[in-house]
């Protein structure tokens, strides 16, 4: 065999016989295509931002006077408490020339003082079970169902307690300064202890009133401008 013959090639493909020829190789993207479909993506992808209803700038002032309707009903849950507690221990006995001979005075012969008590701790025990109300039209200002709810219940607290002090404050009166007319001499120079604390518990129920007469004001007052 000479140099001078030309050698023949014989293409040979990694392809099983009967198959044809091997497909080409899939063109490579070009940059900017591969860069503009993570962009697409993202920006697809994107969560809208919607604005917040629950803090509205209109309700700025209506969730100020929600605030301070709830610090008013921690204020006037003191002084509710209190008269209940003052009226319930207000009991005092006195011993006279031995303790065979003694007077006392308690408030459950009163039924004024009595009427006080159970006022006084119910209007406590209202503003106590109220606050997780009050505290919710704070979140939520634009609410009225619940303003009007703690409107009639601040209403009717509010005359049940005006009816137990001014009745204890009758009572508490008579014992300081008697009745000549009818011969009822004032029994606060002897038991001044009982006195004491019933005088101090009509204090601090007027001052309960004075609190849920400003807690009904407020309440009307935001539900008008609702």
Request: net charge positive; with cysteine; aromatic share 10%.
């Amino acid at each position: 065999m000479s140099t001078s013959e030309a050698a023949t090639v014989i293409p040979v493909y990694d392809v099983a016989p009967g198959q044809g020829a091997p497909s080409k190789a899939p063109a490579a993207a070009p940059p900017s295509a591969a860069a503009a479909a993570p962009a697409a993506a993202a920006t697809t992808t994107t969560p809208r931002k919607f604005p917040m209803r629950f803090f509205r700038r209109s309700d700025r002032g209506s969730r100020c006077m929600a605030f301070l309707d709830f610090l008013l009903r921690i204020a006037a849950f003191g002084p509710a408490l209190a008269a209940a507690i003052a009226t319930g221990t207000s009991d005092e006995t006195l011993s006279v020339f031995t303790e065979f001979f003694q007077f006392r005075a308690r408030f459950d012969d009163f039924p004024a003082f009595l009427f006080l008590m159970v006022a006084s701790a119910i209007a406590a025990g209202y503003l106590l079970l109220s606050l997780p109300f009050s505290a919710v039209v704070v979140l939520r200002p634009q609410t009225t169902v619940l303003r009007l709810l703690l409107l009639v219940c601040d209403t009717i607290m509010l005359g049940l307690l005006t009816a137990g002090a001014a009745a204890a404050a009758a009572i508490v009166d008579l014992a300081h300064s008697g009745n000549e007319r009818a011969n009822w001499v004032p029994i606060c120079m002897q038991f001044h202890g009982f006195c004491r604390r019933t005088s101090g518990a009509v204090v601090a129920s007027f001052l309960s009133v004075f609190i849920f007469v400003l807690l009904v004001v407020l309440a009307a007052f935001s539900i008008r401008k609702r």
